[in-house]
């Protein structure tokens, strides 16, 4: 569905994504694992065109991206939840998550799907006239996710979903991430916690300083001996 070929991304002169190819098919939760800057937010900003590959292909449902412009790609059908979640602050919880339809028009679907997310995310229903920048932060990344369902995605992206949450937290976000992959969701998930994200995912990629150096079942990484020992604390 997602697949990245020989992509190389550039800040300058600083050669941030080097020969980068993965993919991710239908159905699948799939995730990036690496360090701090080895490159995964540069990732997700290279699939939706908010920093420009230099070289190598972006494609999503067999449609070159690379150089199409952010809009059109969410329009296709790709959804980023991004780091930090990036809510909008002074909006209601209801604004934001029109916002996440913006370039929708059937009023009666919006309203169906406005349903739709607040029974996954009951919290969000009780809180839909709160100002989204007052919530904890485990409610905002929970409003990240469900803006980024209201654009009836096919697939959602998501930037390191557990960031600055209590593990209590962490675990509902990922049971939440799994229900969204049960109901028919593509997901590639991009994560520093990879012990949760290796025990959520069906397939891993590691990226280190900027390249893809392991590449296999959640299950296989979970047991390799670098990803225990750089990842998983030995
Ligand atoms: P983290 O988990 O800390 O967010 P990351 O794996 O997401 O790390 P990136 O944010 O992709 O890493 O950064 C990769 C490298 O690119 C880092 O060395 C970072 O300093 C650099 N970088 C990121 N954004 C820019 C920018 N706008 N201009 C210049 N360099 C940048």
Request: with cysteine; net charge neutral.
């Amino acid at each position: 569905m997602l697949r990245l070929t020989d992509v190389n991304t550039y800040y300058g002169p600083s050669h941030v994504l080097q020969n980068i190819s993965l993919e991710v098919e239908r159905g699948e939760i799939v995730c990036l694992l690496g360090a701090n800057a080895a490159g995964k937010t540069t990732t997700m900003k290279t699939i939706f065109g908010l920093v420009r590959a230099t070289s190598g292909s972006v494609n999503f449902n067999d449609e070159a991206i690379e150089r199409k412009m952010t809009g059109d790609i969410v329009k296709s059908g790709l959804a980023l939840v991004p780091e930090a979640r990036r809510i909008f602050g002074r909006m209601t919880v209801r604004e934001n998550l029109e916002m996440g339809a913006y370039s929708r028009s059937n009023k009666q679907e919006i309203t169906h799907d406005m349903d739709h997310v607040c029974q996954i995310f009951p919290r969000l229903q009780e809180r839909l006239k709160q100002v989204a920048g007052t919530m904890s932060g485990g409610e905002q990344q929970m409003l990240a996710m469900a803006r980024a369902m209201m654009s009836r995605p096919k697939m959602i992206c998501m930037d390191e979903p557990s960031m600055g949450l209590s593990p209590k937290l962490v675990e509902t976000v990922f049971d939440t991430i799994l229900r969204i992959r049960d109901e028919g969701m593509t997901i590639f998930l991009v994560e520093q916690n990879a012990s949760m994200a290796l025990n959520l995912a069906d397939r891993g990629y590691v990226l280190q300083t900027g390249k893809i150096v392991l590449s296999d079942t959640a299950k296989n990484l979970l047991t390799n001996d670098l990803v225990r020992q750089a990842y998983l604390g030995g």
